[in-house]
């Protein structure tokens, strides 16, 4: 019986143990590959996009990568981090990025196919909506009718500017168009210099519309007309890859035993604000 446990501790330890190893490492595929990262939600983090990216370039080594973006936009900061590390990785490891927008991509989607080497969209694709803007509800006379009064202590004029619980003072408006108008101003100047177009032409553009794939190639603010497998297709001609060529996106994350164990046992918890509002690159709806 003893002898009987001793054999599946450690069939049972050799499991684990398989569990945790990287396949993929051992079994790399000899055939052209090209990477795939989907930008499909409302960007509020690059850490995803951070992952995906660095399981393409540490584990596969691949130089050529489409990005397929399905997204209206989203924070000023996360956009710009993502926009940044394209940039980097074309620059430094010479690796050759393109956008293939898929319904939209407006606002922050749009700043951040611009740090590709070429963009594609569909003739009926949403992109564009240039610009930065900031929102958010005033409930001062809500809580009025309701006789809840909100009071607050602050160090200075502007530390509770933007609160939803009172209007907005004249000076605190000057002080939130100054940000938006800096953001604004690092926006166009990125479009500019990324889609050599002259700073007037981008200005003039740059106004929040929207616009189609078609119209977007008019103005210069996409290289071409074309689908995801076009995109793929453009790379592959580039490239004279095969025909079998592989697209390769990072799997699913491993889990092993321990990471089901410590899930059943704690939960994982993001903090939040919901009170103040930050800028954001939004399609205009």
Do not use: C, W
Not at 56 to 85: C, M, W
Not at 148 to 168: A, H, L, Q, V
């Amino acid at each position: 019986m003893k002898k009987t446990s001793k054999y599946i501790f450690f069939f049972l330890l050799s499991l684990v143990f398989l569990a945790l190893i990287p396949f993929d490492d051992f079994f790399k595929s000899t055939n052209d590959e090209i990477g795939i990262i989907n930008i499909d939600y409302p960007i509020t983090s690059s850490d995803d996009f951070s992952k995906e990216l660095d399981y393409l370039i540490n584990k596969k080594n691949i130089k050529d990568i489409v990005i397929r973006l399905n997204t209206p936009g989203g924070g000023v900061a996360a956009s710009q981090e993502i926009f940044s590390r394209i940039i980097k990785e074309r620059q430094e490891h010479d690796i050759n990025f393109v956008s293939s927008i898929s319904s939209v991509a407006a606002s922050g989607g749009y700043y951040i196919a611009t740090a590709t080497n070429k963009i594609f969209a569909n003739p009926g694709s949403i992109t564009g909506s240039i610009g930065v803007i900031m929102e958010y509800p005033i409930i001062e006379e809500l809580m009025d009718k309701i006789g809840i009064e909100f009071n607050t202590i602050k160090s200075s004029e502007y530390k509770d500017s933007g609160s939803p619980f009172r209007e907005m003072s004249a000076n605190e408006m000057l002080y939130f168009q100054d940000l938006i108008d800096d953001l604004y101003e690092q926006f166009i100047n990125e479009v500019s210099n990324q889609r050599n177009i002259p700073i007037d032409k981008v200005k003039n553009i740059a106004n929040g519309k929207i616009y189609s794939g078609r119209q977007a190639l008019e103005i210069g603010l996409i290289d071409t007309l074309g689908t995801l497998n076009d995109a793929i297709e453009y790379l592959k001609d580039m490239n004279s890859f095969n025909d079998d060529v592989k697209l390769v996106k990072m799997p699913n994350e491993e889990k092993s035993i321990f990471d089901f164990i410590f899930n059943i046992l704690s939960y994982k918890l993001e903090p939040s604000n919901d009170i103040y509002t930050i800028p954001q690159y939004l399609i205009v709806k």
